[in-house]
């Protein structure tokens, strides 16, 4: 899944460690309080950005962009835009689950689809679990774990579950129902594909995309 050139966000919430490391070619951004967590976890970031309502001061760090407090954009999606902006595809985001706000755990997940629908993949690692989003794509996973698969956006058609408990054949789903919820690895590799659409996927850290 890690190739080189990634962009890594690290936001205020739950952090437990990277799944996947960073090297030189990538890009770290703390998110306003997500700069705690990294000096906590000895992570030194290429960049600070954020309103700093969060953190409560401007930090002391040589590349700081500070944002105005009354904006459409979260801290997280700012740095994902500019993640878009500088040719990042593929967005690892730590510390977006989880915290004092719920409505930034759903945020952030909405902006897995924003990511998707510019032709990009982001992942939010959480303590025991990841989600990403995939738009007219297949992707292979291999492990032991549960999995969840959601439409986000509307409908999603040509949906394709296999090696998976509980599979789906050609099938539709949509955004109003959670069909996908509390399904789990059936075999030593599966395939979660759709045709047509979306899907937010969860699955365990036991469980692994294979390239």
Same mark, same amino acid.
Request: proline letters at 3%; glycine letters at 12%; aromatic letters at 10%.
């Given at each position: 899944?890690?190739?080189?050139?990634?962009?890594?966000?690290?936001?205020?919430?739950?952090?437990? @460690? #990277?799944?996947?490391?960073? $090297? $030189?070619?990538?890009? *770290?951004?703390?998110?306003?309080?997500?700069y705690i967590v990294c000096c906590e976890n000895d992570i030194i970031p290429d960049l600070v950005l954020?309103?700093?309502?969060? %953190?409560?001061?401007? !930090?002391?760090?040589?590349?700081?962009?500070?944002?105005?407090?009354?904006k459409d954009d979260t801290d997280t999606m700012y740095a994902i835009k500019l993640g878009l902006e500088? @040719?990042?595809?593929?967005?690892?985001?730590?510390?977006? %689950?989880?915290?004092?706000?719920?409505?930034?755990? *759903?945020?952030?997940?909405?902006?897995?689809?924003?990511?998707?629908?510019?032709?990009?993949?982001?992942?939010?690692?959480?303590?025991?679990?990841?989600?990403?989003?995939?738009?007219?794509?297949?992707?292979?996973?291999?492990?032991?774990?549960?999995?969840?698969?959601?439409? !986000?956006? @509307?409908?999603? &058609?040509?949906? #394709?579950?296999?090696?998976?408990?509980? &599979? %789906?054949?050609?099938?539709?789903?949509?955004?109003?129902?959670?069909?996908?919820?509390?399904?789990?690895?059936?075999?030593? &590799?599966?395939?979660?594909?759709? $045709?047509? @659409?979306?899907?937010?996927?969860?699955?365990?850290?036991?469980?692994? &995309?294979?390239?």
């Amino acid at each position: 899944m890690k190739n080189g050139h990634e962009c890594y966000i690290i936001g205020a919430g739950d952090f437990h @460690g #990277f799944k996947q490391e960073p $090297d $030189d070619s990538d890009y *770290i951004i703390a998110a306003d309080a997500g700069y705690i967590v990294c000096c906590e976890n000895d992570i030194i970031p290429d960049l600070v950005l954020g309103d700093f309502d969060s %953190l409560g001061e401007v !930090p002391k760090h040589p590349n700081v962009m500070e944002l105005p407090v009354e904006k459409d954009d979260t801290d997280t999606m700012y740095a994902i835009k500019l993640g878009l902006e500088r @040719g990042y595809h593929d967005f690892f985001i730590y510390g977006g %689950l989880g915290g004092s706000r719920a409505d930034h755990t *759903i945020a952030n997940l909405q902006a897995l689809l924003y990511i998707a629908n510019r032709g990009g993949r982001g992942w939010i690692y959480g303590s025991h679990h990841v989600w990403t989003v995939i738009k007219n794509e297949a992707i292979r996973l291999e492990g032991q774990g549960n999995v969840a698969v959601f439409c !986000p956006d @509307g409908k999603a &058609e040509g949906v #394709f579950l296999r090696g998976l408990k509980y &599979e %789906l054949d050609n099938a539709q789903i949509s955004s109003d129902y959670p069909l996908g919820v509390s399904n789990s690895m059936d075999a030593s &590799e599966a395939e979660i594909r759709v $045709d047509k @659409g979306a899907l937010l996927i969860m699955y365990d850290l036991t469980v692994g &995309e294979k390239d």
